[in-house]
């Protein structure tokens, strides 16, 4: 299974993929981050592209809860086209500050990954995840699409951050 999962790239983007925001500019996790109303399935909408990630499309990522400082992670994504067979990852990840999580993957054993929600709305329906590295990114929703005034937010808290949203690109689902 050649999964390149979401939160997984947060682990795996030390291994040489280019950085995608200047790291002299400080990272900013949501403070009031609500790791509750975070649970449950989330599309990709965008993300920067890096090299573990090259195949997938039609990404999701749900969070389930575990115990008071763990969630569950499952991400999956559709192989080289959003009709393509299905693959997944599971793996926790521990919530370390307010909007920080470090993740760990069972099929990446001994490692552990940065996770921060930069932004989400107040209706938790749109959220910014970026790794303090600067090597991975994502604009996330709780539908395969977004508004233009949502997705203008999102990039904006990118750019606060230190990316580049110019590049990012889209994620392609099938209309459900």
């Keep these: 299974m050649r999964l390149i999962p979401l939160i997984a790239l947060a682990l795996l983007t030390a291994c040489g993929s280019p950085s995608f925001r200047d790291t002299t500019v400080p990272m900013t996790a949501q403070a009031d981050f609500d790791v509750t109303r975070y649970l449950g399935t989330w599309y990709e909408i965008a993300r920067f592209p890096v090299s573990f990630q090259q195949s997938c499309t039609a990404t999701t990522a749900t969070y389930g809860f575990k115990d008071d400082t763990t969630i569950t992670v ?27 999580l470090s993740v760990k993957f069972f099929r990446i054993p001994f490692v552990r990954g940065d996770y921060w929600v930069l932004w989400v709305d107040d209706a938790y329906e749109t959220a910014v995840v970026g790794v303090p590295n600067g090597r991975a990114g994502w604009i996330l929703a709780r539908s395969p699409e977004i508004s233009p005034e949502k997705r203008s937010r999102a990039e904006v808290v990118f750019r606060r951050n230190g990316y580049d949203p110019a590049r990012l690109t889209e994620t392609a689902h099938v209309a459900e």
């Design 74 to 100: 499952l991400n999956q994504c559709k192989l080289g086209e959003p009709w393509g067979p299905v693959d997944q990852i599971k793996g926790t990840a521990d919530i370390v500050g307010p909007g920080q």
